[in-house]
């Protein structure tokens, strides 16, 4: 394989980790927030309960970071998981959490198009369950030991 003389570090910048923690907290707060607000906090109507005036804000504010995320996928592979790859360490749990950040995109791109022909009884949930599951797998890739 092709070695440049000054090869890239896998170990990412003070900065690169400062904007995973931002997005990846703010996806996260974004999603938590709209769960709580649609399943607890439903204002009172004349017809019975209705959707609290800022439920769709949390999902507008949800977008934003998704779009974040989607540039952040992107930065990262070419900053880290090319050489990350190559280095032949922390293969599975950074697989695992690239596989979960595609289907959480996948899934996310389906409850904005796919229609509410009864996918999304399933598509919702499946999508919030592995978004709320999502720190758990960051943090084991982050604090998974080095194999030598
Ligand atoms: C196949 C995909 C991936 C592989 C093979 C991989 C591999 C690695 C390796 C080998 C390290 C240790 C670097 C070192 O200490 O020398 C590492 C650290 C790290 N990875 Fe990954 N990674 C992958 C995907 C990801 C993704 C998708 C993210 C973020 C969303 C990520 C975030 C991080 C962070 C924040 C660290 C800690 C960096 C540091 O301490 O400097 N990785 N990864
Ligand atoms: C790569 C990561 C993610 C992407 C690309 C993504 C994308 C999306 C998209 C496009 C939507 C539909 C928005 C709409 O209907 O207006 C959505 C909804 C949602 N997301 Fe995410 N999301 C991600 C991660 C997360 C995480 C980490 C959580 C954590 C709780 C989460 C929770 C939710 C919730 C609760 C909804 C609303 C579900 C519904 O409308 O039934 N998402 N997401």
Redesign the pocket.
Known sequence: MERSAFPAPIRLSARSRLTISVVGVG??AS??L??IF?FYLRSPGPWGPEPHALEPWW??L??LF?FA??WL?GLLSGLHIARAWASRRRRWSGSLLLAW?LA??VT??L??YAGDDGA?GL??PG??IA??A?PVIYVAHRLISRRR
Do not use: E, P, Q
Request: glycine share 16%; charged share 5%.
């Open positions: 996806l996260w999603g938590g709209w769960l649609h999902l507008r949800h977008g998704a995320s989607l996928i950040l959480l995109t996310g791109y409850l904005l999304w598509l919702s999508h919030w978004g709320l999502l």
